[in-house]
């Protein structure tokens, strides 16, 4: 059974930086793409970024490029990192495991299987 662990949230105000983890339990981590969502009360949920099982082919949602996405494959560990966060960056951040082994192409929140409970991040101003 796979477990995805999301770590590093909390309270932060705005301007400032903020690194978020997600580590894989039973998965065989650098075979899939990862990807961080987030979902704001009473907003759907959107894709941060995404990245490939090898790290290449990084892609981002609309005007997150203030984030960076990274992973550790020898580590199995999967970062985000967040600078001049900003009040509308408020959400619960989830990370995301690919269902399938080396997709490539869009991120669609349909392509992942494994997902995990969530980490909040909240900016005050």
């Known amino acids: 059974q796979v477990q995805v662990v999301e770590s590093g949230g909390g309270l932060v105000q705005a301007g400032e930086s903020l690194r978020l983890s997600c580590t894989t339990i039973g998965l065989q981590f650098a075979d899939y793409r990862m990807a961080w969502f987030r979902q704001a009360p009473e907003k759907e949920r959107e894709l941060v970024a995404c990245?490939?099982?090898?790290?290449?082919?990084l892609s981002y949602g609309d005007r997150l490029n203030r984030f960076t996405i990274s992973r550790d494959n020898a580590k199995k560990i999967l970062y985000l990192q967040m600078n001049s966060v900003e009040p509308a960056d408020t959400a619960r951040y989830y990370c995301a495991a690919d269902s399938q082994r080396f997709r490539w192409g869009a991120c669609l929140g349909s392509d992942f299987r494994h997902w995990g409970q969530g980490t909040q991040v909240t900016v005050s101003s």
């Open positions: 990245i490939g099982a090898k790290g290449v082919s």
